[in-house]
């Protein structure tokens, strides 16, 4: 087999080996069914068990409340920025957005299309390398939309959005750092993530969702579109993404085995602190996300000199350390830690860094 690589990559992700393994076995016959994962009907008794187990992780790994439902869709997170507008911002109300990255961004403009928004705040000012302080919000909105990890720009929240009117309920795309943390999924309408980062393949999309809103969601709709459709089909309407459903649940029992999400936080942590507290005293490198809002799980740094960035991602891909260029919209670079990378990558990576500003 070839050897496995450091992959700094923002997604599609490193995964659990173990779950690769056991994928791979899977793929010739799940258990002991002598069909492969992708040729079994998602209308099968083995694949049933697998969608039901997936969902059964999630709840218990997320503390997900009954009146929520858990959904599995297609379209990734980028028709989430549709859906969620769609479903519940009428041409009467408004939806309050934090812009703080370029997927905030992207969710506002869908929104724009269905109703009226607000800019509740926003980073632009300073390439969204900081997470505000304060928001102003509508009189009423519908809905308040946040981003919690900016994936590009290498900044996360560390609370939720508070201090709104009570006629919000809040929205999250949690798409690069769900399940890296505890989450209170009580305090929130819906979370949405595409899979690609911290729970399996691309192709997958998690909805956790408030029962009553998906009840009261707009009924005018394309029926995929609505939230309904799904939630009253058990995520079985059409045939659902069953390899990416699998990954997901070996991803949920790897995280279940290795802690939940307490021991997940407390890893990444110790993982995200490594560069950081490199980044702070390096006279090379420096953070590009302002103290207090840099990200867990995308470490952005530049050295300041565009060639000296090129020579150090050219340089560090012949040592095996794969996927650290940064997005063109910050340029540098970009180490994206997810759950699954391991902290020997991350060590490995902070001794060539090291090595690199010695010899620059
Ligand atoms: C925070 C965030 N939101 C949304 C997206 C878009 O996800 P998808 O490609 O699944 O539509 C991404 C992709 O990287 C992301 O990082």
């Known amino acids: 087999m070839t050897r496995r690589i450091w992959n700094f990559s923002a997604g599609p992700a490193v995964l659990p080996e173990t779950v690769l393994e056991e994928a791979r076995e899977n793929l010739l016959s ?7 994962i992708c040729e079994h009907s998602h209308r099968g008794k083995p694949f049933m068990a697998v969608a039901a187990e997936a969902e059964a992780l999630c709840r218990e790994l997320a503390g997900i409340p009954d009146d929520y439902a858990v959904l599995f869709l297609q379209g990734g997170a980028s028709l989430q920025f549709s859906m969620v ?31 009226k928004t607000h800019v509740a705040c926003t980073s632009k000012d300073a390439n ?3 997470i505000p302080d304060a928001c102003t919000y ?21 609370k939720k959005p508070a201090g709104f009117p009570d006629s919000a309920f809040l929205v999250c795309d949690a798409s690069s750092d769900i399940f890296s943390r505890p989450i209170d999924v009580a305090k929130y309408g819906l979370i949405y993530a595409g899979a690609q980062k911290n ?29 309904r459709t799904h939630a009253e089909n058990e995520s079985m309407y059409n045939t659902p993404p069953t390899f990416g459903i ?46 207090g809002s840099g990200s867990m799980m995308n470490v952005t740094f530049v050295t300041g000199n565009e060639d000296k960035d090129n020579a150090f991602v050219k340089a560090a891909e012949t040592q095996g350390f794969s996927g650290l260029k940064g997005h063109r919209s910050v340029g540098g670079m970009r180490a994206s830690i997810y759950n699954a990378f391991p902290p020997e990558g991350v060590d490995a990576l902070v001794r060539f860094m090291k090595d690199f500003e010695a010899s620059a």
Request: proline residues 2%; charged residues 15%.
């Open 128 to 130: 969204f390398n900081y």
């Open 30 to 36: 799940l258990g002991n069914t002598g069909i492969g």
């Open 138 to 158: 509508s009189d009423n909105p519908a809905y308040v939309h946040f981003t919690s990890n900016n994936t590009i720009f290498g900044t996360q929240f560390t």
């Open 199 to 227: 729970l399996g393949p691309s192709g997958v999309t998690l909805v956790i969702v408030r029962k009553d809103l998906v009840e009261a969601g707009n009924k005018n709709l394309a029926t995929m579109l609505q939230y």
């Open 85 to 115: 507008p769609m479903n519940f911002l009428s041409a009467d109300r408004t939806a309050d957005y934090l812009i703080t990255g370029a997927w905030a961004e992207k969710a506002l403009k869908e929104a724009k299309s269905c109703g």
């Open 246 to 291: 699998y990954l997901m649940m070996l991803v949920f029992r790897w995280i279940k085995s290795n802690g939940g999400l307490t021991a997940m936080d407390a890893h990444n942590k110790a993982k995200a602190a490594k560069l950081y507290n490199y980044l702070k005293q390096s006279s090379l490198f420096k953070s590009t996300a302002r103290a």
